[in-house]
């Protein structure tokens, strides 16, 4: 590709818009830009290098034996209706009425018509086990897009559910994607961490994401170096840690604390320490309300809580005009002590002894609060949020946190939507049996962004060779420079002819200039052909060495392609 | 692919929602499935053949120098409503709203935002000229869907789009355009016929159509077998014909005419001929009302009309109540004199003398009509239909007529996109310019059912080798005779090593179901491992032979090779 006829706007300054690495390059780089919040479209080198992810999961998938089909984005309530996720996705589902003023969404993800295709489709039980899947648009309506294509509204998925009519079957049809996931992330250039995964809430039996340690991840994992052990905060198990709390026998005191709303505001006020403190939280679990209790510097865990409590759909901080009328009180003062709606708490704060709560009374809190004493908890269960200082749940070492892009799940759905559904089929004794379902998922577009995310510099983009836009880049010095001009032709028609992607830059623009954007664009080997070129000698720079060698001009073209062949 | 694993729900009955071949076919094969009115999904083959599509007019269009990007297909509304076509659109626009109420919509063609891409990203006019495009899907709420993915909701289309500063680079640009479609209309097999169009409501400068005939294409095509002259029905130009008309100098004379609300009651009622009659139709034309004539034997060509009035957004038949309110009379008696509308006349109608109109009153007509004496058209002009029996509007030979599925089309937009959002350029001489455009577009899903819709047998479909999901099938008489299934594979591993996209029937089936199925589903070419294998001898058939010949395996599968390779 001739760089004179490539658009490609790449951008000296940093978009205003963008805050973390990789949303910043692929503006800058000319991969993408911005159509609307969270919707994007992609230019030409943004398209090349999603092009090559998709074929990449798309060969992966095929050679696990999955078969590609292609629902429509465009689809009827009537599918989501039957499974009750047409209210469930609530406000991130994108909804509209058609002519005839008939209810129409964009899928958000397609289960339920993966499950009615196959129980339009399939007739025996010889055709299990099956594993299907589609590379496809998105629509989720986040409340908050951003991160460029990281948390977009429009963005590209593989999804791909399996079927099978035995638990060993699903086992096997999930070992497969656990397997063509590694390859695949393995081929993207990724170094990914695979972390066990919440699955309660949708019924499933076991759940895997693969996540891209990063510090701008939206996911906390915990992992353990020394056993292997990796969880995210969602599923990852706290071993109560206990803190000395005031020895004695006391009864509980009610104390004025005027002003000290948060946890940090009292410690300064009672000169205490945060673990002294049980916070107390109200929650609205779908229509009814919950307390829930953590010890003072910890976080509730929502997933946990939403699991313990059988929360179906929606599990979120109640309203304050909702907490002042449950604790008679203003926002933040809420205790276990007296209160009317069922209290869930921590594991560590069923240890403490003598603690500080809220007094359901604006500016009072009680010191000296005791479980069982002076309130009886609902259910005491691990609700809190792992984090540093935590030790292994599996072998008690020091657990490490980090923040991961999430670009993978595998979930063992269970029967969720074959019962939903009425998915059946006649085993071979001729009984019948609700089919088991598992379903995968890779964030297609979302994979751009991590590996960007891992593989740059402050020069820009380093791609991995295999989902490099193009492979290598061909730059003349002086592109009015008849010798140079020619030469450079002549190197990148050798290396087209060799199978190389390439670009020839000639642009007429300074050499900076081309040095800079090649940078940019994250090309992986360049060759420049400069004042030497007379002598048969240009130079030779892969992207990620700190300097150039010269090289006669056949020994250059020869190690472009084997630099490239052997990294594809 | 081994068929005992590939999703492929064939169904021997013609599903009764399908009332053409090609859709009838692709349901049968399993191809697609429907979701809802107008959209469907792509089963496995349906998807492979899809791809191939999709992958030979990427080919033809990187040749051509166009640069592939990806849009959008859930665009905000200030796209349409800066070119004023979020209006246009109507009710064929999916509308809806995002969880902030901002106005969305899905994108039925990307003009507005190619136009704006450019603006943003092209800083030079050295980077003119410029066709970028993208393959993508496309969304219009149909009125009437139909036929299949012929007149579907949701549809993949090419969407190319050229950039430059003058009329002649124009022209460059869509002559090549119009080369590469011609490259890729052959490529996938397709009989096509190249019609001129009509571009005057969009304030093109030219515009053609690629059209397949077919008798059940929605598009009428006059065509000259003589000159080569073809136009659609929009476009063609009716050389008027002269019908007799009764001679002498009457006055018009009101005639009673009880029940007669069709041309077809008048003539037998008065004993005349359709041609003495002059149709008068009321129209509403954006917000005003106007009325056509044309002969009692003629069609009004809405587009010409539309053209001539200089309606902007739509044109329709006028309200019955307003048909009342405007004539006086109830509908069927609408004429020209005395009516206080613009009146556009056809230019055969000039021609006639002392013919029949409705007289603007129920049940009543004026004989001996004739135009200046009793009423003024406002204008003259071609406002009819070309239908058989007219003459070639370049050579005067006899016309020809068909029906034809458009599946490409090229226009010369000029500046309406350009002038409307502002994109211009300086020239090398600082001069500004507005950039020109052309657009270009191909129907890549209707592609498919066209390409059936010309190439079936009575026992389905009959796949180019281009475009066929798989080249070649391998067919194991019985699946349980275990020479023949080792033979068969043995085939079908030597087809797969050879490049040839092979099935394996190993279905545990009858022949006849497998024999059935491969003819429906339309590979190109089977090979039949039989009874006679044992001795080295296989049955080799193309589709679209009449029988099938004995070969050695060696010959047949060389001769399927060739036979692939030659027809690729």
């Not at 001729?430 to 297609?444: D, P, Q």
């Amino acid at each position: 590709m001739r760089m004179s006829n490539l658009l490609m706007p790449t951008l000296r300054e940093v978009p205003a818009e963008a805050e973390i690495t990789s949303h910043k390059l692929m503006l800058r780089a000319g991969l993408i830009r911005k159509l609307a919040a969270g919707i994007y479209s992609y230019l030409p080198l943004g398209l090349r290098t999603l092009q090559k992810v998709e074929q990449i999961v798309r060969e992966e998938m095929d050679n696990a034996g999955a078969q590609e089909l292609l629902m429509s984005a465009l689809l009827p309530a009537e599918a989501y209706q039957a499974s009750g996720r047409w209210e469930v996705f609530g406000p991130s589902m994108f909804k509209m009425k058609d002519r005839n003023d008939r209810d129409f969404c964009l899928g958000p993800t397609h289960e339920e018509l993966f499950t009615q295709t196959v129980i339009d489709s399939v007739r025996s039980y010889k055709e299990y086990p099956m594993t299907l899947y589609q590379i496809q648009h998105k629509y989720r309506d986040e409340g908050r897009p951003r991160f460029g294509i990281i948390r977009s509204r429009e963005f590209i998925m593989k999804d791909a559910y399996s079927f099978d009519l035995t638990e060993e079957g699903l086992d096997k049809s999930y070992q497969k994607m656990y397997d063509a996931y590694c390859r695949i992330f393995n081929r993207l250039g990724l170094d990914f961490t695979i972390v066990d995964a919440d699955s309660g809430a949708m019924g499933g039996s076991g759940s895997q994401e693969f996540m891209v340690k990063s510090p701008i991840g939206e996911d906390g994992i915990a992992y353990c170096d020394d056993c292997g052990y990796a969880a995210n905060y969602e599923k990852a198990e706290c071993i109560p840690q206990e803190k000395p709390s005031p020895e004695g026998d006391f009864d509980m005191e009610k104390i004025h604390t005027p002003n000290a709303h948060t946890i940090e505001e009292l410690v300064s006020f009672l000169n205490a320490e945060a673990y002294n403190f049980a916070k107390t939280i109200i929650y609205k679990a779908d229509d009814k309300y919950v307390a829930a209790m953590v010890r003072g510097d910890r976080e509730v865990n929502e997933v946990k809580l939403k699991n313990l409590v059988g929360c179906v759909d929606d599990l979120e901080l109640a309203e304050p005009f909702m907490v002042r009328q449950i604790t008679n009180a203003e926002v933040g003062f809420a205790g276990p002590v007296g209160l009317d709606i069922p209290v869930y708490v921590d594991k560590e704060v069923a240890m403490m002894k003598n603690f500080i709560v809220g007094a359901n009374e604006t500016d009072m809190h009680y010191k000296n609060v005791n479980i069982n004493k002076d309130f009886t908890p609902t259910e005491v269960a691990d609700i809190r949020t792992i984090e540093t200082g935590d030790v292994c749940p599996k072998c008690g070492k020091p657990i490490k946190t980090a923040q991961g892009i999430e670009v993978g799940h595998i979930f063992k759905l269970g029967t969720k939507y074959s019962d939903a559904l009425g998915l059946k089929s006649l085993d071979e004794t001729g009984k019948s049996k609700t089919v088991i379902m598992g379903c995968y998922g890779i964030g297609v577009t979302r994979c751009l962004a991590a590996a960007i995310e891992q593989n740059n510099d402050e020069n820009g983009i380093i791609w991995p060779v295999s989902i490099a836009p193009y492979h290598a880049i061909v730059i003349p010095v002086n592109s009015k420079n008849e010798e140079q001009s020619e030469i450079a032709e002549k190197v990148y028609n050798d290396l087209k002819v060799k199978g190389i992607e390439v670009l020839l830059d000639d642009r007429n623009e300074r050499a900076g200039v081309k040095f800079k954007d090649a940078d940019l664009i994250g090309i992986p080997v360049r060759i420049v052909v400069g004042k030497k070129c007379g002598e048969g000698v240009v130079e030779y720079k892969e992207r990620t060495a700190e300097n150039a060698v010269e090289k006669n001009i056949d020994d250059a073209v020869n190690d472009v392609v084997e630099f490239i062949n052997n990294n594809r």
